[in-house]
T-cell receptor
Framework: AQSVTQPDIHITVSEGASLELRCNYS??????LFWYVQSPGQGLQLLLK??????LVQGIKGFEAEFKRSQSSFNLRKPSVHWSDAAEYFC????????FGAGTRLTVKP | NAGVTQTPKFRILKIGQSMTLQCAQD?????MYWYRQDPGMGLKLIYY???????DKGEVPNGYNVSRSTTEDFPLRLELAAPSQTSVYFC???????????????FGNGTRLTVT
């Protein structure tokens, strides 16, 4: 069955530390891959997307993600987290529809 | 530059009442979607529309209805509200299908609905 998994429900990092949020998918073929961010009380905003080509994609706000076909993963990274990055992050995959993972809530410690 | 506008922001319903969640977009997008968001569950697709007059069911359509009489508007109707419909509802739109290629999903700010 097609699925998107974000293994970490909640992650806490210190400001200035690096960040990696995990995303795994289970699809028959490589789907379109996305990361969205949701600030409190807001809708979702697209951070970055992967369709094909270079497996390391750059997004807004200093985020990047790497597609690894062998691991069916699309992990989101940021070298140095800012307090304003505290939010909920959703991985999503698009094939015949758009499915979202359950989300990872990021808390940033001062 | 409004984007996707949802009204109301909050609503409390009694069991059995009905209501319509409004969604309007001003980007001339063909594709519109309704999602519900429950804690720890991510977003689940309720209904979607590929253009005026065309709608289709998503993953969790039971208890909801939609219509798409214009490109701009995509209201979601709850006929007999149930506690299981307590959720945050998001409307989204995109130029291309499912937000792929160069057309990401644009989301509204959500409607928080409580059914008691």
């Amino acid at each position: 069955a097609q699925s998107v998994t974000q293994p970490d429900i909640h992650i806490t990092v210190s400001e200035g530390a690096s960040l990696e949020l995990r995303c795994n998918y289970s699809y028959g073929a490589t789907p379109y891959l996305f990361w969205y961010v949701q600030s409190p009380g807001q809708g979702l905003q697209l951070l970055l997307k992967y369709f094909s080509g270079d497996t390391l994609v750059q997004g807004i706000k200093g985020f990047e993600a790497e597609f690894k076909r062998s691991q069916s993963s699309f992990n989101l990274r940021k070298p140095s987290v800012h307090w304003s990055d505290a939010a909920e992050y959703f991985c999503a995959v698009g094939m015949n529809d758009m499915r979202f993972g359950a989300g990872t809530r990021l808390t940033v410690k001062p | 530059n409004a984007g996707v506008t949802q009204t109301p922001k909050f609503r409390i319903l009694k069991i059995g009442q009905s209501m319509t969640l409004q969604c309007a977009q001003d980007m001339n997008h063909n594709y519109m979607y309704w999602y519900r968001q429950d804690p720890g569950m991510g977003l689940k697709l309720i209904y979607y529309s590929v253009g005026a007059g065309i709608t289709d069911k998503g993953e969790v359509p039971n208890g909801y209805n939609v219509s798409r009489s214009t490109t701009e508007d995509f209201p979601l109707r709850l006929e007999l509200a149930a506690p299981s419909q307590t959720s945050v509802y998001f409307c989204a739109s995109s130029y291309g299908e499912w937000g792929v290629e160069d057309s990401p999903l644009h989301f509204g700010n959500g409607t928080r609905l409580t059914v008691t």
